[in-house]
């Protein structure tokens, strides 16, 4: 079964499967509208434009733990309202990406801190990030 999609601004998208439509949702970027139809509450073609600024910005470089990174972290989890802006990104390896998991980034902060190579600029950014988060 193939669920249609409608972007934020109400313009049909590629239909995706169910699954896909349901990790949307649970992750608090899309909501149902009809039982076969989710509305998208982020831009899509924008969001690559932010995954790419973060990656670039980063260096491809993950930043818990300096190796090779080309995935990006949500500082501020989507699940928990973190925006999908550069600021709340953060390159990371699949590895450190999947390890975190939902955790907070303070929490994996604290058990990364003696091996991560960027401890002061990640620490700043989840700084940043969660201000960001807190004022809006
Ligand atoms: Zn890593």
Known sequence: MMINVLNIDGQQLTPCVLDRAWREVNRARAIWINEETIQLLYNPFLYRDYRKTALKRDRYTCLWCGRSGTTVDHIIPSSKGGSDLPRNLL??????????????????????????????????????????????
């Open 91 to 136: 390159a990371a390896c699949m590895e450190c990406n999947t390890k975190r998991g939902s955790r907070s980034a303070f929490s994996y902060f604290r058990e990364r801190v003696f091996s991560s190579p960027n401890r002061m600029k990640l620490l700043y950014r989840i700084l940043k990030a969660n201000y960001h988060h807190q004022v809006n």
